[in-house]
T-cell receptor, first 117, second 114 residues
Protein backbone atom coordinates (compact mmCIF):
# COMPACT_ATOMS: atom_id res chain seq x y z
CA UNK A 1 0.00 0.00 0.00
CA UNK A 2 1.43 3.41 -0.92
CA UNK A 3 2.54 5.57 2.00
CA UNK A 4 4.10 8.90 2.79
CA UNK A 5 7.74 8.63 3.85
CA UNK A 6 9.85 11.14 5.76
CA UNK A 7 13.56 11.51 6.39
CA UNK A 8 15.34 11.70 8.69
CA UNK A 9 13.35 10.09 11.48
CA UNK A 10 15.27 12.15 14.03
CA UNK A 11 17.25 15.35 13.49
CA UNK A 12 19.34 17.02 16.17
CA UNK A 13 20.62 20.53 15.48
CA UNK A 14 22.10 23.51 17.23
CA UNK A 15 20.08 26.65 17.73
CA UNK A 16 20.52 29.02 14.81
CA UNK A 17 21.29 26.29 12.30
CA UNK A 18 19.23 25.59 9.21
CA UNK A 19 17.46 22.27 8.82
CA UNK A 20 15.69 20.67 5.89
CA UNK A 21 13.08 18.03 6.53
CA UNK A 22 12.23 15.78 3.63
CA UNK A 23 9.06 14.03 2.59
CA UNK A 24 8.07 11.81 -0.29
CA UNK A 25 4.29 12.08 -0.72
CA UNK A 26 2.15 9.36 -2.28
CA UNK A 27 2.91 9.42 -5.97
CA UNK A 28 -0.46 10.39 -7.47
CA UNK A 29 -1.23 12.97 -4.78
CA UNK A 30 -1.17 16.64 -5.61
CA UNK A 31 -1.82 18.39 -2.27
CA UNK A 32 0.97 18.41 0.31
CA UNK A 33 0.99 19.56 3.91
CA UNK A 34 3.28 20.09 6.86
CA UNK A 35 2.16 19.87 10.47
CA UNK A 36 4.02 19.99 13.73
CA UNK A 37 3.31 18.48 17.13
CA UNK A 38 5.18 19.72 20.16
CA UNK A 39 5.59 16.94 22.72
CA UNK A 40 2.34 16.42 24.59
CA UNK A 41 0.51 19.04 22.53
CA UNK A 42 -1.93 18.94 19.65
CA UNK A 43 -1.13 18.55 15.97
CA UNK A 44 -0.86 22.01 14.40
CA UNK A 45 -1.22 22.90 10.73
CA UNK A 46 1.72 24.75 9.21
CA UNK A 47 1.22 24.96 5.46
CA UNK A 48 -0.49 23.40 2.45
CA UNK A 49 1.00 23.31 -1.05
CA UNK A 50 -0.61 22.75 -4.42
CA UNK A 51 0.46 23.33 -7.98
CA UNK A 52 3.92 24.47 -6.89
CA UNK A 53 2.73 27.18 -4.58
CA UNK A 54 1.54 27.66 -1.04
CA UNK A 55 -2.22 27.24 -0.80
CA UNK A 56 -2.74 28.06 2.88
CA UNK A 57 -0.45 28.79 5.81
CA UNK A 58 -0.92 29.29 9.52
CA UNK A 59 0.42 31.99 11.79
CA UNK A 60 3.14 29.58 12.88
CA UNK A 61 4.54 29.48 9.34
CA UNK A 62 6.53 32.70 9.49
CA UNK A 63 9.52 33.91 7.47
CA UNK A 64 11.88 31.36 8.96
CA UNK A 65 9.93 28.56 7.28
CA UNK A 66 9.82 27.70 3.60
CA UNK A 67 8.60 24.78 1.52
CA UNK A 68 9.72 23.49 -1.81
CA UNK A 69 9.02 20.73 -4.27
CA UNK A 70 12.49 20.46 -5.79
CA UNK A 71 11.64 17.55 -8.08
CA UNK A 72 8.75 15.28 -8.97
CA UNK A 73 8.85 13.27 -5.78
CA UNK A 74 10.22 15.25 -2.81
CA UNK A 75 8.54 17.90 -0.69
CA UNK A 76 10.74 19.74 1.80
CA UNK A 77 10.31 21.99 4.81
CA UNK A 78 13.22 24.30 5.55
CA UNK A 79 13.64 26.06 8.88
CA UNK A 80 16.18 28.81 8.33
CA UNK A 81 17.44 29.58 11.81
CA UNK A 82 16.16 27.10 14.34
CA UNK A 83 15.05 28.10 17.80
CA UNK A 84 14.64 25.97 20.89
CA UNK A 85 10.87 26.19 20.54
CA UNK A 86 11.04 24.59 17.09
CA UNK A 87 11.70 21.26 18.78
CA UNK A 88 8.75 19.11 17.81
CA UNK A 89 7.59 16.23 15.65
CA UNK A 90 7.03 17.40 12.08
CA UNK A 91 4.54 15.48 9.97
CA UNK A 92 4.16 15.61 6.24
CA UNK A 93 0.83 14.65 4.67
CA UNK A 94 -0.53 14.36 1.16
CA UNK A 95 -3.91 14.04 -0.48
CA UNK A 96 -5.39 13.61 -3.92
CA UNK A 97 -6.73 16.66 -5.66
CA UNK A 98 -10.38 16.08 -6.42
CA UNK A 99 -13.04 18.62 -7.20
CA UNK A 100 -12.34 22.06 -5.79
CA UNK A 101 -14.16 22.61 -2.52
CA UNK A 102 -14.49 18.90 -1.71
CA UNK A 103 -12.70 17.08 1.03
CA UNK A 104 -9.56 15.08 0.30
CA UNK A 105 -8.46 12.53 2.89
CA UNK A 106 -4.96 13.27 4.12
CA UNK A 107 -2.37 10.55 4.57
CA UNK A 108 0.30 11.31 7.14
CA UNK A 109 3.92 10.25 7.20
CA UNK A 110 5.65 8.81 10.27
CA UNK A 111 7.17 12.17 11.20
CA UNK A 112 10.61 13.65 11.82
CA UNK A 113 11.51 14.40 15.41
CA UNK A 114 13.45 17.68 15.46
CA UNK A 115 15.50 18.45 18.55
CA UNK A 116 17.06 21.91 18.79
CA UNK A 117 19.81 22.25 21.39
CA UNK B 1 -10.83 31.14 16.75
CA UNK B 2 -12.20 27.63 16.89
CA UNK B 3 -11.61 25.82 20.18
CA UNK B 4 -11.85 22.04 20.31
CA UNK B 5 -12.27 20.18 23.54
CA UNK B 6 -11.51 16.53 24.02
CA UNK B 7 -11.36 14.83 27.37
CA UNK B 8 -7.76 15.00 28.53
CA UNK B 9 -8.21 12.12 30.94
CA UNK B 10 -7.55 8.66 29.57
CA UNK B 11 -10.55 6.44 29.02
CA UNK B 12 -10.06 2.99 30.50
CA UNK B 13 -12.47 0.28 29.45
CA UNK B 14 -12.68 -3.48 29.45
CA UNK B 15 -12.26 -5.50 26.27
CA UNK B 16 -15.56 -6.13 24.52
CA UNK B 17 -17.22 -2.95 25.81
CA UNK B 18 -18.11 0.10 23.73
CA UNK B 19 -15.76 3.06 24.00
CA UNK B 20 -17.30 6.50 23.55
CA UNK B 21 -15.11 9.55 23.03
CA UNK B 22 -16.35 13.13 22.93
CA UNK B 23 -15.33 16.13 20.86
CA UNK B 24 -16.85 19.54 21.58
CA UNK B 25 -16.20 22.74 19.69
CA UNK B 26 -17.02 26.31 20.51
CA UNK B 27 -17.65 28.36 17.40
CA UNK B 28 -19.14 27.84 13.97
CA UNK B 29 -19.72 24.34 12.69
CA UNK B 30 -17.07 22.99 10.35
CA UNK B 31 -17.72 21.70 6.87
CA UNK B 32 -16.20 18.39 7.90
CA UNK B 33 -15.31 16.72 11.16
CA UNK B 34 -12.78 13.94 11.21
CA UNK B 35 -11.52 11.37 13.65
CA UNK B 36 -7.95 10.10 13.59
CA UNK B 37 -6.02 7.50 15.51
CA UNK B 38 -2.49 8.30 16.69
CA UNK B 39 -0.11 5.78 18.19
CA UNK B 40 2.92 6.97 20.23
CA UNK B 41 5.64 8.44 18.00
CA UNK B 42 3.56 7.98 14.84
CA UNK B 43 1.56 10.19 12.51
CA UNK B 44 -2.23 10.42 12.71
CA UNK B 45 -4.18 7.84 10.74
CA UNK B 46 -7.52 8.87 9.25
CA UNK B 47 -10.50 6.87 10.48
CA UNK B 48 -13.79 8.55 9.64
CA UNK B 49 -15.14 11.80 8.28
CA UNK B 50 -18.62 13.23 8.78
CA UNK B 51 -20.07 16.22 6.95
CA UNK B 52 -22.03 19.01 8.62
CA UNK B 53 -25.30 17.81 7.06
CA UNK B 54 -24.82 14.21 8.25
CA UNK B 55 -25.95 12.91 11.63
CA UNK B 56 -24.15 9.59 11.75
CA UNK B 57 -21.48 7.63 9.90
CA UNK B 58 -20.38 4.03 10.40
CA UNK B 59 -17.39 1.96 9.38
CA UNK B 60 -17.05 -1.57 10.68
CA UNK B 61 -16.85 -1.25 14.51
CA UNK B 62 -16.64 2.54 14.39
CA UNK B 63 -19.49 5.03 14.56
CA UNK B 64 -19.38 8.81 14.54
CA UNK B 65 -22.25 11.16 15.30
CA UNK B 66 -22.35 14.88 14.68
CA UNK B 67 -24.74 17.26 16.43
CA UNK B 68 -24.31 20.81 15.17
CA UNK B 69 -26.85 22.10 17.71
CA UNK B 70 -24.84 20.76 20.63
CA UNK B 71 -21.58 21.43 18.75
CA UNK B 72 -20.49 17.94 19.56
CA UNK B 73 -19.28 14.76 17.91
CA UNK B 74 -19.23 11.35 19.56
CA UNK B 75 -16.90 8.58 18.43
CA UNK B 76 -17.83 5.01 19.34
CA UNK B 77 -15.79 1.83 19.09
CA UNK B 78 -17.93 -1.24 19.66
CA UNK B 79 -16.55 -4.60 20.83
CA UNK B 80 -13.31 -2.86 21.77
CA UNK B 81 -10.02 -4.75 21.68
CA UNK B 82 -6.65 -4.08 23.35
CA UNK B 83 -5.33 -3.23 19.85
CA UNK B 84 -7.71 -0.25 19.83
CA UNK B 85 -5.60 1.34 22.58
CA UNK B 86 -4.30 4.63 21.16
CA UNK B 87 -4.95 8.36 21.23
CA UNK B 88 -7.95 9.46 19.19
CA UNK B 89 -7.93 12.92 17.67
CA UNK B 90 -10.87 14.98 16.56
CA UNK B 91 -10.20 17.47 13.75
CA UNK B 92 -12.46 20.16 12.33
CA UNK B 93 -11.99 21.25 8.74
CA UNK B 94 -12.60 24.83 7.81
CA UNK B 95 -12.41 25.88 4.18
CA UNK B 96 -9.55 28.35 3.81
CA UNK B 97 -10.37 29.39 0.29
CA UNK B 98 -7.81 27.13 -1.31
CA UNK B 99 -8.12 23.93 0.67
CA UNK B 100 -9.50 22.59 3.91
CA UNK B 101 -7.46 23.36 7.00
CA UNK B 102 -7.90 20.90 9.85
CA UNK B 103 -7.80 22.12 13.41
CA UNK B 104 -6.99 19.27 15.76
CA UNK B 105 -8.01 18.65 19.32
CA UNK B 106 -5.44 17.39 21.80
CA UNK B 107 -6.88 13.91 21.69
CA UNK B 108 -8.15 11.42 24.21
CA UNK B 109 -6.15 8.37 25.15
CA UNK B 110 -8.09 5.10 25.09
CA UNK B 111 -6.82 2.11 27.01
CA UNK B 112 -8.60 -1.19 26.48
CA UNK B 113 -7.84 -3.76 29.14
CA UNK B 114 -7.92 -7.49 28.30
Amino acid sequence: EPEVTQTPSHQVTQMGQEVILRCVPISNHLYFYWYRQILGQKVEFLVSFYNNEISEKSEIFDDQFSVERPDGSNFTLKIRSTKLEDSAMYFCASSEALLAGTYNEQFFGPGTRLTVL
Amino acid sequence: SQKIEQNSEALNIQEGKTATLTCNYTNYSPAYLQWYRQDPGRGPVFLLLIRENEKEKRKERLKVTFDTTLKQSLFHITASQPADSATYLCALDMYGGGSYIPTFGRGTSLIVHP
